[in-house]
């Protein structure tokens, strides 16, 4: 499971004096345990797409930072959060290509935006940005 290697890596991290790699993924395990918290209160358990989802939504958060950080022009921090993003980046699965989102698109029925968005949801979970479905879908 992701959520256990995040762990291991956080302890290596401990070890080779990391504090870049050991910062994110204390706030990664920490957005993990509440999402847990919250899932076991409806008798639900943490998945892997919830943890790539998580991922997902941390990089993003990561990513506006760093351009406030070039903002005002402070390199050492953006090169830390990149560091950072890259850490993460290694625990999200193979994202799907354009050619393979169409290839799945033109597969449907029912290619209308609300279908093939439920679609994708349901069967590629945290392995496609939707934003990049939307954008090959009204290509089509």
């Known amino acids: 499971m992701i959520f256990d290697e995040l762990k291991k890596e956080k302890i290596e991290a401990l070890k080779a004096k990391n504090d870049d790699i050991k910062n994110i993924a204390n706030v990664l395990i920490n957005k993990c345990m509440l999402?847990?918290?919250t899932k076991k209160e409806k008798g639900e358990e943490?998945?892997?797409a919830d943890v790539v989802s998580l991922i997902t939504k941390t990089i993003k958060e990561l990513e506006e930072e760093k351009e406030g950080y070039k903002e005002v022009g402070n390199d050492e921090r953006v090169l830390s959060i990149e560091n950072q993003k890259v850490f993460l980046q290694k625990f999200l699965p193979k994202m799907l290509s354009e050619e393979e989102i169409k290839k799945e698109i033109l597969q449907l029925e029912d290619r209308s935006v609300p279908a093939v968005m439920k679609y994708f949801k349901t069967n590629f979970a945290g392995k496609v940005d939707m934003g990049l479905v939307n954008k090959v879908l009204?290509?089509?």
């Open 35 to 37: 999402l847990s918290i």
């Open 46 to 48: 943490l998945s892997d």
């Open 138 to 140: 009204r290509s089509l």
